[in-house]
């Protein structure tokens, strides 16, 4: 993907976790990630959503039609 792509679906993922973990009660989690912590997350959760896509894309390249 595009690093522009990439840097925007970070920022979101991101905004979304700090929003979920702010909103939850904070018994129901061990921990509450720091925002160095919500960031990595958010960064794994990019990484994961690439290689599937470039996984579909290998897998599409080497199925005939």
Same mark, same amino acid.
């Given at each position: 993907?595009? $690093?522009?792509?990439?840097? =925007? %679906?970070? =920022?979101?993922?991101?905004?979304? *976790? &700090?929003? %979920?973990?702010?909103?939850? @009660? #904070?018994? @129901?989690?061990? *921990?509450? $990630?720091?925002?160095? #912590? %919500?960031? *990595?997350?958010?960064? &794994? &959760? #990019?990484?994961?959503? @690439? #290689?599937?896509?470039?996984? =579909?894309?290998? @897998?599409?390249?080497?199925? $005939?039609?």
């Amino acid at each position: 993907m595009e $690093p522009k792509i990439v840097s =925007r %679906l970070e =920022r979101e993922i991101e905004a979304v *976790l &700090a929003e %979920l973990f702010a909103r939850t @009660e #904070t018994q @129901e989690f061990p *921990l509450q $990630p720091s925002p160095q #912590t %919500l960031h *990595l997350m958010a960064k &794994a &959760a #990019t990484t994961v959503y @690439e #290689t599937a896509i470039e996984n =579909r894309q290998r @897998e599409k390249s080497h199925c $005939p039609n």
